[in-house]
Each structure stands twice: as structure tokens, then as C-alpha cells.
């Protein structure tokens, strides 16, 4: 073959050559600016949401600090994750479960803080109540009951007390009230208050009866929850076993169950298992969940 020849199969050569180079540099360079759009997005997301809960939760904690915390632990977990198994499958499911970790840890406060909130109101209100009953204005009765009560009904009347320092109408400072404690009791009380402000009346003795009321719920609702634990300790205890039973049986033969998760079909068998167990706790809790 003649220099020739070679030279005119190797300029079409170097011309693929160089589009592939440029058409793989363009796509690194897409696929980083994606990835770091979508991380800018998630950061914020996560900085505004994370940010807002934990004011709403009394929890003053720099949300830059709980960001960089959240992508150190979503680091370790994935590469334990990778070591202990060796699965790509693993990792991300490990990413999507430490990534969601900070949400639902905010939601399990929550929670907690509302029922915390609802086991104070009856006590409370009728704090309020005998404030007034006394002579104090309602203003002077719930800044008693903030600094008399415990966190966080305490916190929660603190502030509707400050805002209304600062020149927030009581109409509006309820109207706060309500929309961060997002509680049928709150919402009784406040409506309570504003209709008292609003048409007169004796206000003690509404939120007297309002007290009576609300410790009456409490504890029906604490002989239901009584009356059908049994229920949801089954439901636990179901969705519980078959996880248990993989794990003995892990033990006992791993070589037999090693194919469960070493292969597509058996994730695929894992992801339908606890997707049914998943649905069987939630028929079971929607059951035995009852309204009052």
C-alpha cells in the first residue's frame, strides 16, 4: 500500500476521530452542567424546605451545615453499601433512602410536636379561661399561658403574643396560630377567640366548655387507641415476619438465597414482596385508624 493511500484512509480517520472526541467532550459537558443544575435545584429545595420546618419546629439549626451533613452520610452509606455488597442496585436504593432521610426525620418531629401540642390544649385553654375569669385581658392571658406552659404550646402562644407587640392584629395573630399548628383544636380555639372579639360574649366560658370538650376527645381517643393497639401490633408483626424469615434463612443456607440478591430476579422478587407488605400495613392502619 502506497503512502498515498495510507494518507487518504487516515484523514477520514482523524476526522471521525475528532467528531467522536467532540461529540463525547459535548456530552460530558452537558451531562456535568445537568448534574449540577439538578444538584443546585436540590440544594435549594432542601435548604427552603428543611429551612422552613425546622423554624416552624422552634429548631434554629444552619441549613448549610445540615446540607453538607446530608451529603457526607449519603456518601458513606452508598460506598459501605457498595463494600458490603458489591451491587449497583444497592447503592441506589441505599442513595434514595439516606437522601429522604432528613425529610421524613422532620415529618417523625412533626408528628411528635402536634401530638405533644394536643395533649397541652385542654390545659391551656383553660389556663386562657381563668386569666379571664380573673380580669385579665386576653392579650395578658396568653402571654400567662406562654410563660407557664411548656414547649411547645408555650412557644407557639410566645409568639402570637410577640407578634401582636409588634402590631399584628389579634384577628391576624390567630389566623397565624392556626395555620402553623394545623390542628382541628386549634382551630376550634382561634375560631372561638374570633368570634368572641368579634360579637361579644363571655369568652371564659366558651373556652371552659371548650376544654371540657377537648379532654373528652382525648380521652375517647385514648380508649380507642387502647382498644385497637392489638390490631396495629399485628400489622407490625406481619409486615415484620417475612424480613425476619429471609434473615434466618440467610443464615441457615446462604449459598440457596444467595440468587435473591445477587440476581435481577431476585431484586425483582424483594421489590414485589416489600411492596405488598407495604400495602398490607397501610389497609391494616387505615382499619384500625378511627376518627374521632
Not at 459535548?26 to 436540590?42: E, F, I, N, P, Q
Not at 375569669?133 to 402571654?143: D, E, H, I, K, T
Amino acid at each position: 500500500m502506497s503512502a498515498h493511500s495510507v494518507g487518504w484512509m487516515a484523514e477520514p480517520m482523524a476526522m471521525v476521530l475528532a467528531c467522536a472526541f467532540v461529540a463525547t467532550a459535548l456530552g460530558a459537558w452537558a451531562l456535568a452542567r445537568t448534574v449540577s443544575d439538578k444538584a443546585r435545584r436540590y440544594q435549594q429545595r432542601f435548604r427552603t424546605e428543611l429551612g422552613a420546618g425546622l423554624r416552624q419546629g422552634f429548631l434554629f439549626i444552619d441549613t448549610g451545615r445540615a446540607f453538607r451533613l446530608n451529603l457526607l452520610a449519603v456518601g458513606v452509606a452508598a460506598v459501605a453499601g457498595y463494600g458490603l455488597t458489591g451491587q449497583p442496585l444497592v447503592v441506589f436504593v441505599v442513595l434514595l433512602v439516606a437522601g429522604a432521610l432528613p425529610t421524613a426525620g422532620l415529618a417523625w418531629f412533626r408528628r411528635r410536636r402536634l401530638a405533644r401540642l394536643t395533649q397541652q390544649l385542654p390545659d391551656a385553654v383553660m389556663l386562657i379561661a381563668g386569666s379571664l375569669r380573673v380580669g385579665s385581658s386576653l392579650p395578658q392571658a396568653l402571654a400567662q399561658a406562654a410563660r407557664e406552659l411548656p414547649a411547645p404550646a408555650g412557644q407557639e402562644f410566645g409568639l402570637a403574643v410577640r407578634e401582636q407587640r409588634l402590631g399584628v392584629s389579634l384577628e391576624e395573630s390567630m389566623a397565624h396560630l392556626e395555620r402553623r399548628v394545623p390542628l382541628p383544636e386549634m382551630a376550634l380555639f382561634a375560631a372561638a377567640v374570633r368570634i368572641a372579639q368579634e360579637t361579644g360574649g363571655n369568652l371564659a366560658e366558651t373556652l371552659e366548655r371548650l376544654a371540657d370538650t377537648l379532654r373528652r376527645k382525648l380521652a375517647v381517643e385514648g380508649k380507642i387507641d387502647a382498644l385497637t393497639a392489638q390490631g396495629r401490633l399485628q400489622g407490625w408483626v406481619m409486615a415484620l415476619m417475612p424480613i425476619a424469615i429471609a434473615g434466618v434463612l440467610f443464615v441457615i443456607e446462604p449459598h440457596a438465597m444467595q440468587p435473591l440478591v445477587t440476581t435481577w430476579q431476585g431484586w425483582a422478587v424483594c421489590l414485589g414482596v416489600l411492596g405488598l407488605e407495604a400495602m398490607g400495613l397501610y389497609f391494616i392502619r387505615r382499619i384500625v385508624r378511627i376518627d374521632v
